[in-house]
């Protein structure tokens, strides 16, 4: 066991006897290198993922005149009001680009910053906030239930500003600010729906629990400025459900929605197991400090179990109603998944308290037990890579991850060593700390500069049908319809032109889904769409695979039926038709037609 003397010096903070102004240049090292550790993993990017379907509307709003045939954009509800006002905003004046990239950075500094004053007030040192980071990444990447994620996409979107401001309001509320709290949930009510009904929830169940605080009235205030700020979101939602049609049929809903579509995010018993495990091996110790500490009438202790009570509880209402069984379409699309971070984040705080101040454990050995994670991990990672041209089934496809993102997860780990190393014992003075900072800034800039931040996670369409978005872009009417593989998904953002249908592009309410799985349904001459394989990577290459085996004059009809004038196909269409060909990639992958048989104009006031 450790000495008194030993557990006095690990429970009591060490900064706190520091000079203030070198305790804040250590408390911004630390907030540095954990933004460093969630770029390594995460990256930035512009244009790409959810941001294919979620800057289309601020482009529509900004140019009126496209999309004018596009049936997603006017017949389907686009929920992200706030973020589209303000790209819109952003994009007339053609800032939109820098713009984004320094709301990221300001989003993942304000995460690490509220991370940091949670474990403050939990009676944490930085080298416990230093840790938990390392714990949380180590957990998948720090991927919560339903891959969701609090910087999710590595850009710039709603749901990144929403989980942080949730989790800055879960900071004032532990710091006993009620008055914040409220204000910083009502933040992250108006910029997602989602957190606009968690938000609530959240509240109301605080509400009943702080009956007998003295400060009622303020969570009374604070209930009605949160209410106020998610009808935000919550009356323009159930306006397009009244007026949305019919509904398709819930079991045809989930097959569409979650088991097709989105089955990372809805579909839990589809889940690997390693998830599950990276998400559920905090809890029990971290239950059991935090008991330790809540019999010490520790109240941030109280105050932070209690918050995260609330979120532990939305997961069997999500697993038994939006999981083994589907009651309801808005059950589901509340998406109670997606707060399962808050849980993992919390309890990683509670075991990397539980190692370095709680006295339970030597900090020597809860130091190198930790390093010699990170170094087993290094040693796998480095094997897999090199066994991975030999090997085959998952452990081929292991390596092959590895490989393909070497430089990530070599900076990760580097990061890692470099948190876990960290010494708060008074070695380093403020100029160490500050000459350490610019030395981290400029280590992850040059390596920014290389493109080699951030996991390769997703499918990306290839430079080459990026190149025909663009010709497509200057060279065919702004009105135009075009029949594209439905695999792909960047056209109608990168070209800035309408198309028949993509898989990506699924409306969110269920009355709005049958003209999507019809469009696609006729495109790939397939009836039961619930043949396509999974995952998300597995069936976007079949749809492509499907596509291009069509008939030339099946494509045509389908073109035709929905008013699309052009055609994208990965080959040449041959044979007797009434197109012509206009465009064809310089690696000879893809071709545009034009049913018309007119090569089209160049258009000068293209966007």
């Known amino acids: ?76 509800l686009q929920y992200h009001l706030i973020f589209t006002e303000i790209t819109h905003g952003l994009m007339r004046m053609g800032w939109e680009k820098p713009a984004f990239l320094i709301a990221y950075l300001l ?63 879960i900071y004032f509320w532990i710091a006993g600010r009620s008055g914040w709290a409220a204000g910083a949930l009502a933040l992250a009510a108006v910029w997602h729906i989602n957190h606009a009904v968690i938000a609530m929830l959240l509240w109301g169940y605080l509400f009943v629990l702080g009956l007998r605080r003295p400060d009622v009235r303020k969570l009374v205030v604070g209930g009605i400025v949160i209410g106020l700020c998610s009808l935000v979101n919550l009356i323009p939602a159930f306006n397009a459900k009244l007026h949305a049609g019919a509904p398709v049929p819930l079991d045809q809903f989930v097959n569409l929605y979650v088991k097709l579509r989105h089955p990372h995010h809805y579909a839990p018993l589809s889940w690997p197991i390693a998830l599950w495990i990276s998400f559920l091996w905090p809890v ?79 900090r020597v050995t809860a130091r190198w037990t930790v390093i010699g994670v990170v170094v087993a991990a290094g040693v796998l990672m480095a094997i897999l890579a090199v066994q991975a041209p030999h090997a085959h089934g998952q452990l081929a496809r292991a390596g092959g991850f590895v490989r393909d993102n070497a430089w990530p997860l070599a900076m990760f780990l580097a990061l890692c060593a470099l948190a876990v190393l960290y010494d708060i014992g008074g070695r380093w003075n403020a100029t160490a700390n500050l000459l350490a900072s610019m030395v981290l800034i400029g280590l992850v800039s040059f390596v920014w500069s290389r493109d080699a931040l951030g996991l390769n996670l997703l499918p990306r369409d290839d430079p080459d049908y990026i190149a025909m978005c663009h010709w497509a872009r200057d060279h065919t009417p702004r009105d135009a319809v075009f029949l594209v593989p439905p695999s792909e998904q960047a056209f109608r953002l990168e070209a800035r032109r309408a198309i028949v249908v993509n898989f990506k592009g699924i409306p969110q309410m269920s009355a709005e889904m049958a003209t999507w799985r019809d469009r696609l349904r006729d495109i790939l001459q397939m009836p039961d769409l619930m043949r396509l394989p999974e995952p998300f990577d597995r069936t976007l290459e079949a749809i492509d695979q499907r596509y291009e085996s069509r008939g030339d004059e099946h494509l045509i009809a389908v073109a035709r039926r929905y008013d699309a004038r052009y055609i994208i196909v990965g080959h040449r269409m041959g044979g007797a038709h009434d197109g012509q060909l ?21 258009d000068q006031d293209r966007p």
């Not at 000079?19 to 540095?32: D, Y």
């Not at 048989?597 to 160049?602: F, H, I, K, M, Y």
């Open 582 to 602: 206009i465009h064809a990639a310089e690696s000879g992958r893809y071709f545009l037609y034009d049913l018309d048989a007119l090569a089209g104009q160049p």
């Open 107 to 169: 989003v993942l500094v304000l995460f690490h910053l509220a991370w940091l004053k949670i474990v403050r007030q939990l009676g944490g040192s930085v080298r416990t906030y230093l840790l938990s980071v390392v714990l949380f990444y180590f957990s998948a990447g720090g991927t919560g239930l339903g891959s969701f994620q609090f910087i999710q996409d590595g850009a710039f979107v709603p749901s990144n500003v929403a989980n942080v401001a949730m989790l800055w309001g």
């Open 284 to 362: 029990l110790p971290a239950a059991w400090i935090a008991i330790r500490q809540i019999r010490l009438r520790r109240r941030p202790w109280v105050e932070t179990t209690k918050i995260a009570g609330f979120f532990i509880l939305l997961l069997p209402v999500g697993l038994v109603g939006a999981g083994i069984w589907f009651v309801s379409e808005t059950l589901v699309q509340i998406v109670v998944w997606r707060f399962s971070i808050y849980v993992q984040l919390l309890a990683c705080v509670a075991v990397a308290y539980l190692l370095c101040d709680a006295g339970v454990v030597a």
């Open 1 to 76: 066991m450790p000495s008194q003397t030993a557990l006095n010096d690990l429970s009591a903070p060490i900064e706190a006897a520091l000079p203030s102004s070198e305790g804040r240049w250590r408390m911004l090292f630390a907030i540095l290198l954990g933004s460093a550790l969630t770029l390594s993993l995460r990256g930035y990017q512009f244009g790409l993922s959810n941001h294919t379907l979620y800057l289309l509307e601020a482009v529509k709003k900004t140019w009126p005149d496209l999309y004018v045939h596009d049936w997603y954009l006017n017949n389907t």
